[in-house]
């Protein structure tokens, strides 16, 4: 099972900065078939990105992912209000599928 | 409106089964799998299985391997997912989700499952 770890657990920034987020896996995910989400509280997650650095359709571009095989990030370019929730990337090259713990971005 | 409705909130007692449903609409349900995800209170989503709706192929994470069965529908555009044997640590909120290749890019609102005597 390939793990999923993010660092950090929790990010504090202030609204217009730049958040970067990141996710390690415990080994190489084939075709960096990695996802990220969003998750507001009390809310379902919201699907950011796919395969690592593709936007899902109607996410604004401040919004971008990058990395392969083992390292990931997302950053959020300039902090706006509706952004600080948690973040999760996902893995699904290989079975089972797995998330990562989350990171909270919270308003500084 | 492509949107996944699950059924609502339930109250079992441990050693019972809950049942829950997700209702697709707005696409074609046979060409997207759905998957279920938990989130137990104040933690983080932990994947539970996948069922393809084309074909009815599953797989289901190991931690709740022979308790769970996931199935679909065609003919009303709705997924189960059962649960037996519940366990107090089963409590979480449920989650539906459409699978495309294996992103999750379309959730149900989620359904809370509380276990307790």
């Known amino acids: 099972e390939i793990v999923l770890t993010q660092s950090p657990g929790t990010l504090s920034l202030s609204p217009g900065e730049r958040a970067t987020l990141s996710c390690r896996a415990s080994q190489s995910v084939t075709s960096n078939y990695l996802a990220w989400y969003q998750q507001k509280p009390g809310q379902a997650p919201r699907f950011l990105i796919y395969?690592?650095?593709n936007r899902a359709t109607g996410i604004p571009d401040r919004f971008s992912g990058n990395g392969s095989g083992a390292d990931f990030t997302l950053t959020i370019s300039r902090l706006e209000p509706e952004d600080f929730a948690v973040y999760y990337c996902q893995q699904y090259g290989s079975s089972p599928w797995t998330f990562g713990q989350g990171t909270k971005v919270e308003i500084k | 409106q492509v949107q996944l409705v699950q059924s609502g909130a339930e109250v079992k007692q441990p050693g019972a089964s809950v049942k829950v449903s997700c209702k697709a609409s707005g696409y074609t349900f046979t060409s997207y799998g759905i998957t279920w995800v938990r989130q137990a209170p104040g933690q983080g989503l932990e994947w539970m299985g996948w069922?393809?709706?084309?074909?009815?192929?599953?797989n289901y994470a190991q931690k709740v391997q022979g308790r769970v069965t996931m199935t679909t529908d065609t003919s009303t555009r709705t997924a189960y997912m059962e649960l037996r044997r519940l366990r107090p640590d089963d409590t979480a909120v449920y989650y539906c989700?459409?699978?495309?290749?294996?992103?999750?890019?379309?959730w149900g609102q989620g359904t809370l499952v509380t276990v307790s005597s």
């Open positions: 069922i393809s709706a084309y074909n009815g192929n599953r």
């Open positions: 989700a459409r699978v495309h290749v294996g992103w999750f890019d379309l």
């Open positions: 395969a690592a650095s």
